[in-house]
């Protein structure tokens, strides 16, 4: 991987990391145009880096997290479904990572659901009597991270999983798009930590400098680029909903599926 390809991917994983498009599914496709291999060090970046994405959570809400131990304890009960999931279906999950046509299905159905989203889940008008819900009870927490299990399915979209378990539970959308990145944090950090463990133990040499280096560079960018999109993002789902996200992910799994019909190959090599 050169430094350009690392350059480009860390940028699509900066943009769509807290939208509801799947970063990693983007970062599939782009990885399948580039021509880059499907090496064992090309999936453990399309991971790792999403930690300098993540870290733009802490940036932005840095004073969130010197809320009480409830913050905390929310975040882990919501935290655990995920890894209980991703530990019984880390081989299978890993196949996924491979495949295009996976990430354009997945794109498209969820680009179905997230245009009928704001009709299921209208916000209530606090003038109507209306109560919507900022703060996630414990109950809601844990089911929270149940949909967020639906996103080891590459093109699913974790921040769409989990924004939308905030809904089902009464969250508004501001809640529950900042609830989805809170929980990013400890779910990619894990996800991170447990794909560095087996790349050493399968590896025989570990990482050699250039690939630290490059892990570096693209965590640097991504943190950077998602900086402005979280901010972005926030205020733009808050006053216009999920519509434009759902038509998106139509087009671009459409796009995908016409190509692979056609017989293009976007298939990793």
Known sequence: MTYWEALLLAIVEGITEFLPVSSTGHMIIASALLGIPATPFTKLYLVVIQLGAI???LAVYWKRFFQSIDFYLKLLVAFLPVVV??????????????SVAVVAFMLLFG???LMFIDRWFPQEDPNEGGHPVTNPGWRQAFTI?????????PGVSRSAATIIGGLTQKLT???AAEFAFFLAMPTMAAAAAKDLYDFYKDSQTGLSMGEVKLLLFGNVVAFVVALLAIRVFVGFVTKYGFQAFGIYRIIVGGILLIMLALGINLQLV
């Open 55 to 57: 870290l733009s959570v």
């Open 85 to 98: 999931v991703g530990l019984l279906l880390k081989k299978y999950i890993d196949a996924l990572l491979e």
């Open 111 to 113: 680009g179905v659901v």
């Open 145 to 153: 991270g149940v949909f967020q299990c639906l996103a080891v399915v």
């Open 173 to 175: 959308r501001r809640a």
